[in-house]
T-cell receptor
Framework: DTGVSQDPRHKITKRGQNVTFRCDPI?????LYWYRQTLGQGPEFLTY????????KSRLLSDRFSAERPKGSFSTLEIQRTEQGDSAMYLC?????????????FGPGTRLLVL | AQTVTQSQPEMSVQEAETVTLSCTYD???????LFWYKQPPSRQMILVIR??????QNATENRFSVNFQKAAKSFSLKISDSQLGDAAMYFC??????????FGGGTRLMVKP
């Protein structure tokens, strides 16, 4: 059973550019979550999907951020017009349906640096 | 709103000794789940142990065990026979609706040989 994978692992971009990250959850996990983690801090929730439906979004998710999970499998997180404050680790996690939905398994993250 | 607090930014333990990491939380829910995650330097977050709030028995996973005090809203992690590979950031997290995890600020554990 392969774990959660994320691509790319690192991204350096210039301020104002758009970036897109991809997350592939553990197969058969119907819930997928995005978190942001800044250096030395705990992760903060951004949004989550159950299948293809986006069920909750944090107020941290400004209108420059958009997430999709079109076929209920992989998900993308896009940041438009990046700002230096967007520099962080973006973590994806997934959980299985039913009784195990509370336990989330994390991917390796995408580290974003905005210059 | 739910909150998780880890009051120890850094902890140090001698190899083979025992160390306890503290965590307190606040939630208005009666049904929730608590977790400890380990994040080694530049590596991904790994689940260490989970505790269901409705269970009175403290969870254990090999050298890792928790002390869950529901009334005090306390959830500490005990690591026995510490190993060099235990060195990492440890995060306490709360999930009360099967949705988002709320994390504490983390405790950096150093293991001295």
């Amino acid at each position: 059973d392969t774990g959660v994978s994320q691509d790319p692992r690192h991204k350096i971009t210039k301020r104002g550019q758009n970036v897109t990250f991809r997350c592939d959850p553990i197969s058969e996990h119907n819930r997928l979550y995005w978190y942001r983690q800044t250096l030395g801090q705990g992760p903060e929730f951004l949004t989550y999907f159950q299948n293809e439906a986006q069920l909750e979004k944090s107020r941290l998710l400004s209108d420059r951020f958009s997430a999709e999970r079109p076929k209920g499998s992989f998900s993308t997180l896009e940041i438009q017009r990046t700002e230096q404050g967007d520099s962080a680790m973006y973590l994806c996690a997934s959980s299985e349906p039913g009784l195990g939905k509370e336990t989330q398994y994390f991917g390796p993250g995408t580290r974003l640096l905005v210059l | 709103a739910q909150t998780v607090t880890q009051s120890q930014p850094e902890m140090s333990v001698q190899e083979a000794e025992t160390v306890t990491l503290s965590c307190t939380y606040d939630t208005s829910e009666s049904d929730y789940y608590l977790f400890w995650y380990k994040q080694p330097p530049s590596r991904q977050m790994i689940l260490v142990i989970r505790q269901e709030a409705y269970k009175q028995q403290n969870a254990t996973e090999n050298r890792f065990s928790v002390n869950f005090q529901k009334a005090a809203k306390s959830f500490s992690l005990k690591i026995s026979d510490s190993q060099l590979g235990d060195a990492a950031m440890y995060f306490c997290a709360l999930n009360n609706a099967g949705n988002m995890l709320t994390f504490g600020g983390g405790t950096r554990l150093m293991v001295k040989p």
